[in-house]
């Protein structure tokens, strides 16, 4: 890993720390609940609005239009020209058996 320090002894790495939020994304076809990758001190809009175009989503749960669970993932990339809408929710963020069903 390469380290850097600027004059202040702030240090630099090509390694980008995330935080995990979870959150639910709807895609035009799917619904996904799990946790999107944000970067620390930053805000999920920050990560939406950058110029990758995927976004790392981890846990995932994918759901049909109808509610019926379809796929599970460990790990995901999402298109952002996919996404419709994000919900970062700690609190309401429902397991897989709770939402299991529901639309």
Request: charged fraction near 25%.
């Given at each position: 890993m390469n380290?850097?320090?600027d004059d202040k002894g702030k240090f630099f790495t090509s390694i980008i720390t995330k935080d995990e939020v979870p959150s639910?994304?709807?895609?035009l076809v799917t619904r996904?609940?799990?946790k999107m990758h944000v970067r620390i001190d930053e805000r999920v809009k920050?990560?939406?609005n950058r110029n990758e175009q995927f976004l790392a989503i981890t846990d995932a749960i994918v759901f049909n239009l109808q509610g019926k669970k379809i796929y599970d993932a460990k790990f995901m990339l999402v298109n952002r020209d996919h996404v419709v809408w994000v919900v970062p929710d700690e609190e309401n963020t429902q397991t897989a058996e709770e939402s299991e069903g529901e639309a």
């Open positions: 380290v850097r320090y639910i994304i709807q895609t996904i609940q799990g920050d990560e939406l």
